[in-house]
């Protein structure tokens, strides 16, 4: 049986229908229905930035114009309601109908061969943008004709006073538009596909001829309906250009200008990663530093641009981690579906097959770890009298979350551990039952602190349950479909041996870790060994702290905190670690925390992704790290070349 969460499923959907039957509207609520509230989609350049995985390419297929009349013909549908209501939210259609026709291109074609050719920077920028603009124009009237639309229907409405220039692309008419955006196509491929590029004298005139449909098409007329209830509708054009990093850097940076201009009155939005960025801009996206930077006179990036960055950073991140969660759990639901073996039982909820009941450990496991809080007790001359007291505490938190016996001891271990660091020494045993010098508490982390000892000392489960799965994919729906698919095919394992397809705790546990170890180990990204041991070295830091037996940081840590003005320093001073951030936050190895307020100073954490932390048994709560400097972590990088 075929695993849809085993590949991206939604770029091998060519129906527009079953495409929409599978899209969350969670993400395009987060991170786009505010920008389009505020008309920031349309008006300027966008920028969309995410990791690989991170849903780019499906948003961007939403805004395209078959999606969205397929999408308005299915209104009624209650799957596709809520899509329609955040759609609306973003401008792009009516209830009635499309506001914009959206086309994307895909950047990872023959754009950078034209950096390749022996010809001025300034023509090879050109002959780009003329493909771009020509490829953009067949691909705006081709959606339109493939949604049912007549070529006849459609024309072109020039800006102001362009009218006259609307000659230079083929006129108002769609056939004329057609045949002169395909003349200058052909023209400008058989530059890019020639083995030898021809010189500069012998380009075709269609390649260099004036051509600048951006500068002219204001908005597409097209007649819809029958002729008995015709409608007009007047659409913005939407360029969408997607994997925008695989062109040459110099490239990227004449697009963005060329794309940033206030005079265009087509809406652009470019879809790249963080990779693409020199480590200095892309640290610079990722800490939220405002500085405007020119770019053109009169221009700057604030003003004539929108960055919307697909990753949690920042005060948003809780907001974020809320909408991901149900995001990943509509979309598991709707891949589920998919699956004959699952739907026709009705098992319609992944959250229904992971199981978060009880689970204690052995008794002979609990035997062990009871002689070995006794030993505690007796080490520190812990009195019977206060270990009675440490242990209503637990006993009174429990009466809020039921927790097993297993936990109640380890619960009871780390506050006697708590309690001797908190007695000097000699007044264990100079003073008959002391009290403390700071009085203890009982709250959720002491209860973390308590699970995350009982993994790592007797293997008990730790990451079980929907929420579990959801936050160790760090917020990225590849990354989530990568680890639920282990899950679901151990379910479907079961069903096809007729047992009980839900997974107990354990089983939940041993196949993410396994899983998250088999995907790090797969990793083959730039600099991807040096950000291996990067992450390596950090996440035994992090356990360290983590079980440490009085659990100083309660859940523990599982992040590297450097003060935030120090770690602003990092590309000008540490230019070989810039990098390795640069590509490890790309590739979910890493998440930049920036301006985190604790012990009364700014930091930037590195949070571990999720893989990293499952692979080394980390906590999932955010918020715990250690402490340490840019040199420090610089050191770790200088180790590799030892």
């Known amino acids: 049986m075929e695993n849809p969460f085993l590949k991206r499923a939604t770029e091998f959907l060519r129906d527009d229908e079953a495409f929409l039957a599978i899209v969350s509207p969670e993400p395009v609520k987060l991170f786009l229905s505010e920008p389009g509230k505020r008309g920031l989609l349309y008006d300027r350049l966008v920028f969309v930035h995410g990791t690989p995985g991170s849903g780019k390419t499906t948003l961007a297929r939403l805004f395209e114009y078959p999606t969205l009349a397929a999408l308005l013909r299915n209104k009624d549908i209650e799957v596709h309601r ?255 579906g998919k699956m004959p073996l699952f739907a026709n039982r009705d098992l319609g909820r992944l959250s229904n097959l992971l199981r978060t009941d009880p689970f204690s450990l052995s008794s002979s496991k609990q035997k062990e770890f009871d002689a070995k809080v006794n030993a505690i007790q007796a080490n520190f001359g812990i009195s019977d009298a206060r270990r009675t007291s440490l242990s209503k505490m637990v006993d009174e938190y429990s009466r809020n ?67 579990d799965l959801c936050d160790a994919s760090s917020e990225n729906a590849e990354q989530f479909l990568h680890l639920a698919a282990c899950l679901v095919d151990a379910a479907a394992a079961r069903l096809v041996r007729s047992r009980a397809p839900s997974l107990d705790a354990a089983t939940q546990n041993k196949l993410l870790r396994e899983r998250a170890k088999e995907a790090v180990d797969r990793w083959n990204f730039p600099q991807y060994q040096v950000v291996r041991h990067v992450v390596t070295g950090l996440a035994e830091r992090c356990l360290v702290t983590s079980l440490a037996p009085n659990a100083p940081l309660g859940a523990g840590a599982n992040a590297y905190g450097i003060i935030q003005n120090e770690f602003d320093k990092v590309p000008e001073k540490y ?28 930091w930037c954490l590195l949070e571990l992704g999720g893989l990293v932390i499952l692979n080394h048994g980390l906590t999932l709560k955010r918020g715990g790290f250690f402490e340490g400097t840019s040199e420090e972590l610089d050191s770790l990088i200088r180790e590799m070349d030892q």
């Open 82 to 336: 809520s899509l329609l209501a955040t759609l609306i939210d973003c401008k792009a259609i009516t209830r009635d109908a499309p506001e914009i026709v959206g086309c994307r291109l895909t950047m990872e074609t023959d754009y950078r061969n034209f950096w390749e050719f022996p010809y001025p920077d300034e023509l090879k920028l050109s002959l780009m943008h003329t493909l771009v603009q020509a490829r953009a124009v067949l691909g705006w009237i081709n959606n339109l004709t493939s949604a049912g639309i007549a070529l006849g229907k459609i024309k072109i409405i020039p800006r102001q006073n362009s009218e006259a220039a609307a000659e230079t692309i083929g006129g108002t008419g769609a056939e004329g538009v057609v045949d002169r955006a395909r003349a200058v196509e052909l023209a400008l491929y058989k530059i890019v596909g020639a083995l030898v590029a021809p010189e500069i004298a012998r380009l075709e005139k269609d390649s260099t001829a004036a051509y600048h449909p951006f500068d002219i098409i204001d908005k597409f007329s097209v007649e819809v309906g029958s002729p008995e209830e015709m409608t007009h509708l007047s659409l913005r054009p939407l360029l969408i250009l997607d994997d925008a990093h695989v062109l040459h850097p110099a490239q990227f940076d004449g697009l963005r200008r060329w794309l940033m201009r206030r005079e265009l009155s087509v809406a652009r939005l470019v879809l790249t990663r963080l990779d693409v960025m020199h480590p200095h801009e892309a640290l610079a996206k990722i800490t939220e530093d405002k500085a405007d930077t020119i770019q053109l006179p009169g221009i700057t990036v604030t003003r004539e641009t929108t960055e919307i960055m697909l990753q949690g950073s920042g005060e948003g991140r809780r907001k974020q981690r809320i909408a991901f969660r149900n995001m990943a759990k509509d979309m598991a639901d709707r891949y589920l």
């Open 401 to 467: 979350e039921p927790i097993r016996p297993d936990i109640h001891l380890a619960m009871l271990s780390v506050l006697m551990q708590r309690y001797a660091k908190r007695i000097p020494q000699h007044s264990l045993f100079e003073e008959e039952d002391p009290e403390p010098a700071k009085p203890l508490s009982v709250d959720s982390s002491v209860y973390e602190a308590a699970r995350i000892h009982l993994l790592h000392s007797y293997d008990r489960p730790f990451y079980f349950g929907i929420n």
């Open 575 to 602: 230019p070989d670690l810039a990098r390795v951030l640069q590509f490890a936050i790309a590739y979910n190895a890493f998440t930049i925390v920036p301006r985190y307020e604790c012990k009364g100073q700014e």
